[in-house]
């Protein structure tokens, strides 16, 4: 089993428990036990569903006993049916990443199958853990694109998954359909962390087109590093314009709305300023 963290459901039973296959009160009563019951005296109650039951077919025990075990496998649970996306958005240093691997410790501490992904473009703390900004870290599978983990996990331990966590989101441009295939046909719990907006607080890759898809979103907050405001946006204190610079507190800082409006007035007048500086120091030629 590749799962990063597998925890075996009702391990706390009995071993016979764990081998005996779920039966309902009414397959616990034998054939012969049935056909020697006393009903002249002291007749148990019959359900009004058993009486219609009784009324329209001939009374035989394996009746009870074949319909009783047929509704038992019926609501036996699928894996093949449609599971859920959860996602959370939010600045940088709002503890996404926390927030994520809180949530699969919990699905995990439950007894469900846990795998972990995040983007193979993010290498500032190695390939093969998610680590938080306060050290929390968690092995994961680092990966250029979602398509292609059910063939790298395997196809059969993809089977026997539960929850996929997908950490840094906004850099995987399949992010759509994976996550609408492994819900709506796998039956798989998702829960997707990522930034909504980048440092222009535009659109970031595709984390906002699977908002329609989610069953729950969740916006979170930072703190402003200027005010200490609640801080919803992320400002890039470096000259560079390019939309994917991975970077830590370095390149970012998260800040309120009005320390955003203030920091990018700042940081194009600086701009403006390294840009007359680098035309007058430029080179004459004669």
Request: proline content about 5%; hydrophobic content about 35%; overall charge positive.
């Amino acid at each position: 089993m590749k799962s990063i963290i597998l925890n075996p459901k009702c391990s706390s039973l009995s071993p016979h428990l764990l081998l005996s296959p779920k039966i309902s009160s009414f397959s616990l009563f034998s054939h012969s036990s049935l056909s020697t019951t006393p009903f002249r005296r002291n007749p148990l109650p019959i359900p009004n569903h058993l009486h219609m039951m009784l009324k329209s077919k001939p009374f035989s025990p394996n009746t009870l006993i074949c319909n009783s075990q047929h509704r038992s496998l019926n609501s036996e649970p699928s894996r093949s049916s449609s599971g859920e996306i959860h996602v959370l958005v939010g600045p940088m240093f709002a503890g996404k990443t926390t927030s994520l691997l809180r949530r699969l410790q919990s699905e995990s501490n439950n007894g469900r199958n846990v795998a972990v992904i995040k983007s193979s473009k993010d290498t500032r703390y190695g390939l093969d853990s998610i680590v938080t900004h306060d050290g929390e870290k968690l092995p994961c599978w680092a990966l250029a694109n979602l398509s292609s983990f059910k063939q790298k996990f395997g196809v059969d331990d993809y089977e026997q998954l539960d929850v996929i966590g997908i950490d840094e989101a906004q850099f995987f441009e399949d992010l759509y359909d994976f996550c609408r295939e492994a819900a709506d046909h796998d039956g798989k719990t998702v829960i997707v962390a990522g930034l909504d907006g980048n440092y222009l607080r535009r659109s970031f890759g595709s984390v906002l087109d699977i908002i329609p898809l989610a069953d729950s979103v969740t916006k979170l907050t930072a703190r402003c590093e200027i005010c200490g405001k609640r801080a919803f946006f992320t400002l890039r204190k470096t000259q560079e314009t390019e939309i994917e610079l991975i970077g830590g507190v370095d390149v970012y800082m998260p800040v309120c709305r009005q320390h955003y409006v203030g920091g990018q007035v700042a940081m194009e007048a600086a701009r403006h300023v390294l840009d007359s500086q680098k035309v007058e120091c430029a080179p004459t030629h004669r």
